[in-house]
């Protein structure tokens, strides 16, 4: 995925210094459909790129002014609806296409929206596009002739073809008989295809949060509020717990008991029963923040890690760069480069529930052996965020944990890339000490900011 154009405050948020409005919104439509289209001059056939969104209520602006900017620049437009973010990547992939563009603000309140780009491989659009279309933006408009202007057309059997795909991801000689799942759809984008998936695969499913109304999306439900989806696998005596973010692409799940595990445990899962099926080339990449307990679980079983920076992004270029296939976040974005171009909920969710079926066994055993150091993360609100950061109360106050914590622990002190926060994460064997260094950077953080 290529950077967002993302709002912090709905579409009164800003792209540097560019409001995200109905004007900037068919605007960048303009100039990616000319950038487009002046890539694809060799071809004879007319560049097309497919608009997919979340159920957000600005999804329907946003949609009708890209559609508006794309076809001015005489590039075709199809239109799927509210489509998860990785069906959108599938979906440009198979049907050949030139881009294809989300409007989504992912795990965001509704009041936010953004708009993310795959190139026609399914993957982020290349350096030299994505700069190529921000050159354009401050360029004047022209509409095309009216002959060379672009169509727009609905593209009906989207959601059958996402629901085979992600179904080929799973072993043709297993099936989910017998297993009852409740599936969690944070009325986002993966309403109407989540529970499907695993239904026709044989699955017994209860789907809850799946009735969007344009302000529900992940209103106290899906992948970020995962306490829903815990009381309705108690309450339905459910085997197993799939909870989504509001375009689909994270995963939480939670066991028959209701406990929850993260991305961390799901990918030791996943990873453990790759590597016991020789089907592990390489190593795993992780993040900055990904938990201590997996690099050391990994280790154990003689796996690889790499950590790259906070983002799926950073994930997925550190795994073509080595050539592995397996990585993600502790948040849930888990990608299976052999499954997809890109982080899937669904998808990894079925890579969890193979592990399972083919070692006959629950998720609470799979992900046993990893026992989760205590973590705690603060949010700390400044407005001047690397000043506070570099500091020198802030830095001794980190060596100092750092120094207590050893090779048990770790601090990651991280400006935040899209809201005016600075991250302050500790980790260790011991909650009490974790929370008291915590505390104290967090503190040292605000006097340097108020400085």
Request: net charge positive.
């Amino acid at each position: 995925m290529t950077r967002k154009y993302f709002g912090t405050d709905g579409i009164r948020g800003t792209v540097g210094a560019e409001p995200i409005t109905p004007d900037f919104v068919l605007r960048l439509g303009y100039a990616a459909g000319r950038v487009l289209a002046a890539t694809g001059r060799k071809s004879a056939e007319r560049p097309a790129v497919l608009i997919g969104k979340d159920t957000r209520v600005s999804g329907y602006m946003m949609e009708s002014a890209l559609e508006a900017g794309l076809s001015s620049a005489g590039v075709d437009v199809l239109l799927v609806g509210p489509m998860p973010t990785p069906a959108v990547a599938y979906l440009t992939r198979a049907l050949r296409l030139s881009a294809g563009i989300v409007i989504s603000a992912s795990h965001n309140p509704h009041e936010d929206n953004g708009i993310k780009f795959f190139s026609g491989e399914g993957a982020k659009l290349p350096d030299a596009i994505e700069q190529s279309i921000e050159r354009e933006l401050s360029r004047p408009l022209k509409c095309m002739a009216s002959g060379r202007l672009g169509k727009a057309r609905r593209v009906d059997d989207a959601a059958g073809r996402y629901i085979e795909f992600c179904k080929t991801t799973f072993p043709s000689h297993l099936d989910l008989k017998g297993m009852k799942i409740v599936v969690d759809c944070a009325n986002g984008a993966a309403y109407h295809v989540a529970a499907p998936v695993f239904h026709e695969l044989g699955a017994d499913v209860e789907a809850i949060a799946a009735e969007p109304d344009g302000f529900n999306i992940n209103d106290g439900v899906g992948a970020t509020a995962p306490q829903a989806l815990q009381a309705a696998v108690r309450r339905h005596r459910a085997d197993i717990g799939i909870g989504l973010d509001g375009d689909g692409d994270r995963l939480v799940m939670v066991d028959a008991a209701g406990r929850l595990y993260d991305g961390d445990q799901l990918l030791y899962v996943i990873a453990r029963h790759r590597k016991e099926k020789r089907r592990l080339p390489g190593g795993v990449v992780g993040t900055q923040m990904t938990n201590l307990a997996l690099e050391h679980a990994l280790r154990r079983l003689k796996v690889p890690f790499l950590r790259a920076k906070v983002g799926d992004r950073y994930v997925l270029e550190m795994l073509l760069e080595k050539r592995w296939q397996l990585g993600g976040e502790n948040s849930g974005h888990i990608v299976c480069l052999d499954k997809h171009t890109t982080g899937d909920g669904i998808i990894s969710a079925l890579q969890v529930l193979c592990a399972l079926t083919e070692r006959r066994t629950t998720l609470a055993k799979a992900a046993g052996a990893i026992k989760l150091y205590p973590q705690t993360l603060i949010n700390v609100k400044v407005a001047r965020r690397e000043r506070a950061v570099a500091a020198a109360d802030v830095r001794r106050a980190v060596a100092s944990a750092q120094a207590a914590l050893g090779g048990g622990g770790r601090v990651l002190l991280r400006p935040s890339g899209t809201e005016p926060v600075v991250r302050v994460m500790v980790e260790g064997r011991k909650s009490s000490e974790v929370r008291g260094w915590a505390d104290r950077i967090a503190a040292a953080v605000r006097t340097a900011a108020a400085g």
